[in-house]
């Protein structure tokens, strides 16, 4: 973990997060930058899935902060940006292993997801324009034995917001910027395959 101090229009900014993942904050003070010095203690500036706080410690030092998703990200923060660029880290990865631009998803926006498909060795996810929030709907399968994959019937979808699945499968928060009628099925946590709008293969030779 390092803490870093960029000064940007005369004033001093603090975040702090591993190093390794200091690239991923570069977009977020960017766009400091192009603020000004026009807001004031509590401002936010959403960067893709997080919404980050700039919180003023003087008159000319303010920290970053980010929901802190591990508690409840509607009232708690934390300065410390890990898990949240870790995010942006890992869903600009997925985009670039596909070769896609994305579709932006916010940590609260929510996520239909069938009857205990969550508990599901196998899931698919796949983004509707027409379904409102995220767009994402979340099912279970169950393969055959000649390796196929059907849809487990479900007889009610429950809401998630995005960020809770961080605690259950990570994996799918990874994948939230992928384009809307594209869809994703996983093995556990690992995923097996995304298809685009017209069902081809953005896995094959990957």
């Keep these: 973990m390092k803490t870093y101090i960029k000064e940007i229009n005369g004033i001093s900014y603090s975040l702090t997060l591993e190093e390794e993942l200091y ?4 977009i977020l003070l960017s ?9 004031r203690d509590g401002y ?9 706080t700039l ?3 003087s008159h000319n ?40 631009g994305g579709e932006a998803v916010r940590f609260d926006d929510k996520i239909a997801v069938a009857d ?17 929030e995220s767009g994402w709907c979340i099912e279970g399968l169950e393969k055959d034995d000649n390796g196929s994959f059907n849809c487990v019937s479900a007889s009610e979808y429950k809401p ?4 809770q699945l961080l605690s259950i499968r990570p994996s799918i928060v990874w994948c939230l910027l992928l384009p809307y009628e594209y869809m994703v099925v996983f093995s556990g946590d690992n995923i097996l395959e995304i298809l685009n709008e017209n ?8």
């Design 23 to 26: 690239t991923q904050a570069l």
């Design 31 to 39: 766009e400091i930058e192009k603020i000004g010095d026009t807001f």
């Design 44 to 52: 936010k500036i959403q960067i893709g899935f997080t919404v980050f």
């Design 55 to 57: 919180n003023k410690q």
């Design 61 to 100: 030092e303010y920290t970053i902060a980010a929901p802190d998703y591990m508690k409840n990200p509607f009232n708690d923060t934390t300065t410390d940006l890990t898990l949240a660029f870790g995010i942006q880290f890992q869903q600009l990865d997925i985009l670039k292993t596909c070769g896609v």
């Design 116 to 132: 205990n498909a969550l508990n599901k060795e196998y899931i698919s996810m796949q983004r509707f324009s027409d379904l409102g």
């Design 160 to 163: 998630y917001y995005a960020y």
């Design 199 to 206: 069902n081809e293969s953005l896995l094959n030779g990957v």
